[in-house]
């Protein structure tokens, strides 16, 4: 079974501009959820979707959005892109609310 | 609002030795699940272990497991006989018992000397 793929695996972006950033879930995974990894911080959680409706949201300001289509892909997009937002982006899917997650191996955004 | 802790930001361990990373979290609540994830320079991460709290028996995996001590709200990860490909970052999370969001520690970063 093929694990969860994120797409791109790098991104350079020039503060103001915007960016989508893609994930597809391991087959049969309903559930996406989004992390922000930093140093700093660790990974904050961002959201989750499921069966195309966001379940849960994190702290994150609204420039920040996500959704998820009938096959259970999801893209997650972030408008007038701020220097702090350079981070790694984790996609993770699970099979259900008692199943871990799944990592892909994100999207390294870099802001300048 | 649920807090993980990992007091250790790196750790190191002489290969074929144990290595405890500690985590502890904050929570009212009585039924959640715990977990450890490493993250390797690949960028993936991956469950190492997995822990639901009304279960008394320590969860075990292989050269890992884990010590819970529920009432200190206390999550140890123990790996026997360490190995070069252990070396990762190592996070601690929590999950509540409904809905699907994690709360992650900032993370163990280990050190495997051959």
């Known amino acids: 079974k093929a694990g969860v793929t994120q797409t791109p695996r790098y991104l350079i972006k020039t503060r103001g501009q915007q960016v989508t950033l893609s994930c597809s879930p391991i087959?049969?995974?309903?559930?996406v959820s989004w992390y922000q990894q930093t140093p700093g911080q660790g990974l904050q959680f961002l959201f989750e979707y499921f069966s195309e409706t966001q379940r849960n949201k994190g702290n994150f300001p609204g420039r920040f959005s996500g959704r998820q289509f009938s096959n259970s892909r999801s893209e997650m997009n972030v408008s007038t892109l701020e220097l702090g937002d350079s981070a790694l982006y984790l996609c993770?899917?699970?099979?259900?609310?008692?199943?871990?997650?799944?990592f892909g191996n994100g999207t390294r955004l870099a802001v300048t | 609002a649920q807090t993980v802790t990992q007091s250790q930001p790196e750790m190191s361990v002489q290969e074929a030795e144990t290595v405890t990373l500690s985590c502890t979290y904050d929570t009212s609540e009585s039924d959640y699940y715990l977990f450890w994830y490493k993250q390797p320079p690949s960028r993936q991460m991956i469950l190492v272990i997995r822990q639901e709290a009304y279960k008394q028996q320590n969860a075990t995996e292989n050269r890992f497991s884990v010590n819970f001590q529920k009432a200190a709200k206390s999550f140890s990860l123990k790996i026997s006989d360490s190995q070069l490909g252990d070396a990762a970052m190592y996070f601690c999370a929590y999950r509540r018992n409904t809905g699907n969001q994690f709360y992650f520690g900032t993370g163990t970063s280990l050190k495997v000397i051959p």
């Open positions: 993770a899917s699970s099979s259900g609310e008692v199943a871990p997650l799944h």
């Open positions: 087959s049969g995974h309903r559930s």
